[in-house]
């Protein structure tokens, strides 16, 4: 339902934004600066339902988040960001940026209210599939038992480094019957005491004095990382490698190290090859709730950012194929900005926009709009 050429005021535009529906939309213009965030927050508080804030690139993105969290708080907001890699490129994402993006994929999974703030072009690469992610939630509850030796098998499938001490998320240390571990939806570590296999006592430490801070009753523990590799995952990987590397033609010497790497499980931090392990992957749209609110800030500016973003997938392939290295199928792992474009449309959305048409909202300072 584009509203085109009409004045509201903001109260008027917040009850509108509400009343939006899956399939519909609300185009805005008139707000600028951190009007914008204001009146995405407001409209946060009165609807309590998970909003997805898409901005054109990732300096916006954290200068948007920062207005957010101003408004709201810290906790309201969280920031789902770009890998910073060039499409193709078989180099980790840096730990901190997978533990926002893991954080994020936490929050939705357990279906928690809150604001994600995204570069538009972040929309485009897909990711672990929803079902998979959630069948690898490990949850540790107190004065239960968890038998040790298998569970710290499983959480070193799952990403986690083993190291002599916890000091950066993904890491884990064992101490006789004391277990620190440090997931990315955390803020601090937690150390996990075991008498034989029953938990003891869950705590989250300090990591520069190593001071318990709180005790909690559950744990909830996702893998460290998105491309993590189990053991059910490596035969089909390995076919699926093989099948790609014929379709591409290229040497033996291009994809065998890969081959080798599917068979050790060490494939840890390689999101570019997620395509190799699953049938299908999803995307992040898959993950946000029915009753998420898309609010796209500067729709044009986005709509630049992605559409910069495709043409370097198409690039990177090209200088792949040139090469005769390994590559997966382009849109096995990348949407195209017209799918993007068509997804958002079918959520409830909000285009925010400076200049333009739509429906204006008549605010001429900050300090007005919260008088």
């Known amino acids: 339902m584009p509203l085109i050429d009409k004045t509201y005021s903001f109260t ?20 600028y600066g951190a009007s914008r965030a204001y009146f995405l927050a407001e409209s946060f508080r009165l609807m309590k339902r998970p909003v997805l804030a898409v901005l054109p690139g990732p300096e916006e993105a954290e200068s948007f988040a920062e207005d957010l969290r101003f408004f709201l708080g810290r906790e309201d907001v969280l920031v789902y960001p770009s890998p910073e890699n060039l499409p193709f490129e078989l180099q980790p994402p840096h730990q901190e940026i997978q533990a926002q993006r893991m954080e994020v994929f936490f929050n939705l999974l357990t279906k928690r209210p809150f604001v994600c703030v995204t570069p538009a072009s972040t929309l485009l690469q897909k990711v672990t599939p929803k079902e998979a992610l959630s069948q690898r939630v490990v949850i540790i509850k107190k004065g239960e038992e968890a038998e040790r030796d298998s569970l710290l098998v499983t959480l070193q499938e799952a990403g986690y480094s083993r190291m002599t001490m916890v000091e950066e998320r993904g890491e884990m240390s064992v101490r006789g019957g004391i277990l620190d571990i440090f997931p990315p939806m955390y803020a601090s570590p937690l150390r996990i005491e075991f008498f034989g296999d029953e938990v003891e006592s869950i705590r989250t430490f300090d990591i520069s004095t190593q001071r318990s801070l709180k005790e909690v009753e559950e744990a909830r523990i996702l893998p460290s990382r998105e491309s993590t590799l189990v053991k059910s995952l490596r035969t089909g990987a390995r076919e699926r490698l093989i099948e790609r590397a014929e379709e591409l033609e290229v040497s033996r010497e291009a994809w065998e ?14 999101d570019a090859l997620l395509p190799l392990l699953y049938e299908k992957l999803d995307t992040l749209f898959d993950y946000l709730p029915e009753n998420a609110l898309v609010a796209v800030v500067e729709p044009e500016l986005a709509s630049i950012g992605m559409d910069a973003s495709a043409k370097e997938v198409v690039s990177s392939a090209s200088r792949f194929a040139e090469r005769k290295e390994f590559f997966v199928e382009p849109s096995s792992l990348y949407l195209t900005p017209e799918e993007a474009v068509r997804l958002i449309g079918k959520k409830a959305a909000v285009h925010l926009q400076s200049i333009g048409s739509g429906a204006q909202v008549p605010v001429e300072t900050n300090i007005d709009l919260r008088q």
Do not use: Y
Not at 18 to 30: A, D, F, I, M, R
Not at 257 to 270: H, I, Q, T, V
């Open 12 to 31: 008027e535009a917040l009850r509108l934004s509400q009343e939006l529906v899956s399939g519909s939309e609300l185009k805005l213009t008139g707000l």
């Open 257 to 270: 190290p890969l081959s080798e790497r599917f068979r050790d499980g060490a494939l840890s931090g390689l």
